[in-house]
């Protein structure tokens, strides 16, 4: 071993490898969580979407039997206040379907939670390439940039995740910086062991 190995030794665990592996739990663990938020809008996009329809189309069956002029007074009324009481119902659920946009913020949560893990998946090669092809001198050096990379990536898409779900609708796409690179100098010669 020669001295410059000896001044930077290359630990299995070293704290810029511990700050990488926890960066991409950070991550992991987000996007999970956005996983379960995307289900959780799409079951409510699915709920008020049948509940409109269902709603929708009974009203106008509901009006028409109270028109029906062979029954009788009380029937009638009561008939009438149920046509107007399922019509309302109807009402309300569309408008909370189309205001709250569960649809929207289901495609959002999925969508991101995807980029998310891409990230993670990114930041663990990374992390093999630099442990596996950098000089044991510039290693501590490149997983501590790979850790800074990685968090803010994950607060990039986080902060356009929450900007698009506070906002109306959007077609811009959530765009990734490139990953720190590893330049030939920092490579560990493979033609010298």
Not at 15 to 40: D, F, N, P
Not at 83 to 99: D, H, K, L, N, Q
Not at 138 to 155: D, H, I, N, P
Not at 171 to 180: C, G, H, Q, S
């Amino acid at each position: 071993m020669n001295n410059n190995d000896d001044a930077f030794p290359s630990s299995p665990s070293s704290g810029a490898e511990q700050s990488v592996t926890k960066a991409a739990s950070e991550i992991s663990a987000k996007a999970r969580e956005l996983e379960r938020e995307s289900r959780r809008m799409r079951f409510y996009h699915q709920v008020f979407t049948i509940l409109t329809i269902l709603l929708g189309v009974s009203a106008p069956a509901l009006v028409t039997v109270t028109a029906n002029p062979s029954a009788n007074a009380q029937s009638a009324i009561a008939w009438k206040v149920v046509a107007i009481v399922v019509t309302a119902f109807a009402a309300a659920s569309a408008t909370i379907r189309t205001v709250l946009r569960f649809s929207e913020r289901y495609s959002n949560s999925a969508l991101t939670s995807i980029a998310l893990l891409d990230i993670e998946a990114q930041v663990q090669a990374k992390k093999e390439e630099v442990l596996m092809t950098v000089k044991d001198q510039f290693k501590e050096q490149k997983l501590f940039e790979v850790s800074g990379w990685a968090r803010k990536q994950m607060f990039e898409t986080i902060k356009g995740y929450v900007e698009k779900d506070v906002s109306a609708l959007t077609t811009e796409r959530i765009e990734l910086a490139a990953a720190p690179k590893v330049e030939d100098y920092q490579r560990v010669d493979m033609t010298k062991k």
